[in-house]
């Protein structure tokens, strides 16, 4: 296993990939003057020269950046999920995404690529992650939610069932959205308003 990002992000995953005894090979970083990371070597991204072979996840914590990466990367990708998180029996995860520890994931929840499900978010039934998105620590999605690509949901937010939160959106911390959220709008607060929307 290969890990694309060293910082504070590939520390989570090499825990979780640890915990879970998968083999990891060493880490690859932009920077040149990081040289290892909890033990492993981390490769100039320069000098990169993957094979065929090589399995990998991105462990870069910005969805674009992310995303950026895994769509310049032709490789076969994987997942990581921490032995605490619990998972409903029907629940999809597609490849690139990582679940962290105490995380819980119920029934008929779809998750798509190079997601990031942080420390003991609760997903509920029937919810939709897209590709690209990071539910951040502590967050709560109620039934029926959907999240659209890249979009990110600060840690403590709050989102009740049924709504629908578009593309490349920003959930702040502590949030609570009782609303539809537009594509790239940035919402904060109790009740959630939109401070401010971007083209996607």
Same mark, same amino acid.
């Given at each position: 296993m290969i890990l694309y990002g060293a910082s504070g992000? #590939? !520390? @989570?995953?090499?825990?979780?990939l640890e915990k879970c005894k998968v083999n990891i090979d060493y880490l690859v970083d932009d920077d040149s003057t990081i040289q290892n990371l909890q033990g492993y070597a981390v490769v100039d991204a320069k000098d990169f020269r993957?094979?065929?072979?090589d399995s990998l996840i991105v462990s870069i914590g910005n969805n674009r950046i992310r995303k950026q990466i895994a769509e310049s990367l032709k490789l076969e990708f994987s997942w990581g999920i921490h032995p605490s998180a619990i998972l409903g029996d029907d629940v999809s995860i597609d490849v690139g995404t990582v679940i962290m520890a105490g995380a819980v994931i119920n029934s008929s929840t779809s998750i798509g690529?190079?997601? =990031?499900?942080?420390?003991? #978010?609760s997903i509920d039934h029937d919810?939709?992650?897209?590709?690209? @998105?990071h539910i951040s620590p502590n967050t709560t999605l109620c039934g029926s939610v959907s999240i659209g690509e890249g979009t990110h949901i600060g840690a403590n937010a709050t989102i009740i069932p049924n709504i !629908? =939160?578009? !593309?490349? #959106?920003?959930?702040g911390a502590g949030a609570v959205i =009782?609303?539809?959220v537009p594509d790239g709008a940035t919402v904060v607060g109790n009740p959630g308003r939109i401070i401010k929307t971007e083209d996607v």
């Amino acid at each position: 296993m290969i890990l694309y990002g060293a910082s504070g992000h #590939a !520390k @989570v995953i090499i825990d979780i990939l640890e915990k879970c005894k998968v083999n990891i090979d060493y880490l690859v970083d932009d920077d040149s003057t990081i040289q290892n990371l909890q033990g492993y070597a981390v490769v100039d991204a320069k000098d990169f020269r993957p094979s065929d072979q090589d399995s990998l996840i991105v462990s870069i914590g910005n969805n674009r950046i992310r995303k950026q990466i895994a769509e310049s990367l032709k490789l076969e990708f994987s997942w990581g999920i921490h032995p605490s998180a619990i998972l409903g029996d029907d629940v999809s995860i597609d490849v690139g995404t990582v679940i962290m520890a105490g995380a819980v994931i119920n029934s008929s929840t779809s998750i798509g690529t190079h997601c =990031i499900i942080n420390t003991t #978010a609760s997903i509920d039934h029937d919810c939709q992650i897209n590709d690209y @998105v990071h539910i951040s620590p502590n967050t709560t999605l109620c039934g029926s939610v959907s999240i659209g690509e890249g979009t990110h949901i600060g840690a403590n937010a709050t989102i009740i069932p049924n709504i !629908k =939160i578009g !593309k490349w #959106a920003t959930i702040g911390a502590g949030a609570v959205i =009782i609303e539809d959220v537009p594509d790239g709008a940035t919402v904060v607060g109790n009740p959630g308003r939109i401070i401010k929307t971007e083209d996607v």
